[in-house]
């Protein structure tokens, strides 16, 4: 018969993505006395940027101390980690087997899926590479340290008219790029110009900037717009493949739908393997959301395991 302690299992929770939201989750299994893996093969989602913002009492960290940082504390209650990515994960008997890179295979009794999301970035010359050091998602993240300099925002459909708005705030020399695509009707586009906001329709060619900052933006037409930052939310898309090869329920934002019951958070449609994060649906996508989520999914496996081990017939 199966024990209830996990010992039938390498570790009672495999947790895939050692982020903000995976290191949260294992410290409060490690601190319920949970056995944890954390893997993790180092692609985070803020990598790009020299500093993350927003985190109370951390602002301004750069993202690998807050990941080394992060570390250290799983592990002061034994959770262990591997620098691997995770493969595969099937159900086997009454929990999972995952498979690493490394052709580890670990068992485990539950699996938190904390694999983030990618950015889906145009193509344009320039845009990966000032990615996160001059060309921005999130005003929020990176707002404040642009302020009052020329600043641009890429605007390709009519949904991203208000975030335009909220770059406004930061700097009265802001300029919206329509990258040539049918983006306002007169109304909107007159709201704009009576602000002094210029609508730049030319299609963009490249960015350019020298030692990673971000200098001008080149259009089709041949001249050169001087912007010290553009900011632009890309759509997103699981970063994992995981999610797909369970067959989890992706939404049309590219989010794992995550589900909410009486018993906690972060349930997906299959039974055992959790959610939590930028890549869940229930997290909005920053580092405080994705700690919150990792502690709140967390505690619910920590349940879901207690609950289980009261079930008749174990013992
Ligand atoms: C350029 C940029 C700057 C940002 N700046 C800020 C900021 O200043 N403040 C802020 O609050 N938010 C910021 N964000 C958002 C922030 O990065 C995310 O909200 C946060 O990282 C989400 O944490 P997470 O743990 O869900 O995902 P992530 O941090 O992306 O971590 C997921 C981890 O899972 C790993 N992984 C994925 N699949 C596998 C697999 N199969 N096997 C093993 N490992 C796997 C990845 O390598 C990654 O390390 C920024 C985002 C970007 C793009």
Not at 215 to 235: K, Q, T, W
């Amino acid at each position: 018969m199966q024990t209830t302690d996990g010992s039938d299992f390498d570790y009672e929770v495999l947790i895939v993505g050692g982020g903000p939201a995976g290191l949260s989750a294992a410290l409060q299994l490690g601190r319920s006395l949970r056995s944890v893996l954390v893997c993790d093969n180092d692609e985070p989602r803020n990598g790009p940027a020299a500093e993350a913002h927003g985190y109370l009492t951390r602002d301004g960290i750069p993202p690998e101390e807050l990941r080394r940082l992060g570390r250290e504390e799983v592990t002061k209650y034994d959770g262990e980690f591997r620098n691997s990515q995770v493969t595969n994960v099937e159900r086997s008997g009454a929990g999972f087997t995952s498979t690493l890179d490394t052709d580890e295979t670990v068992t485990s009794r539950k699996v938190l899926l904390a694999t983030g999301v990618s950015d889906d970035l145009p193509d344009t010359d320039g845009f990966e590479e000032f990615w996160g050091s001059g060309v921005y998602h999130c005003p929020y993240c990176h707002g404040y340290e642009v302020r009052d300099q020329p600043l641009g925002v890429l605007v390709t459909n009519q949904h991203m008219v208000e975030y335009a708005k909220m770059v406004y705030n930061l700097s009265k020399d802001l300029i919206v790029f329509t990258d040539g695509q049918d983006v306002f009707d007169d109304e909107s586009r007159l709201t704009f110009v009576e602000r002094g906001i210029e609508i730049e329709d030319e299609p963009i060619i490249a960015l350019n900037g020298s030692d990673g900052n971000l200098e001008n933006i080149s259009l089709a037409d041949g001249h050169n717009v001087a912007r010290h930052a553009l900011f632009y939310p890309p759509p997103m898309e699981q970063h994992s493949e995981l999610p797909e090869q369970l067959g989890l329920d992706v939404n049309e934002a590219g989010l794992v739908d995550a589900t909410r019951s009486q018993r906690g958070i972060g349930f997906t449609s299959v039974d055992g393997v959790f959610i939590a994060g930028d890549a869940s649906s229930g997290a909005p996508p920053a580092i405080v959301s994705a700690v919150a989520d990792g502690y709140a999914v967390g505690a619910t496996m920590n349940g879901e395991l207690s609950m289980e081990d009261f079930e008749v017939g174990l013992q």
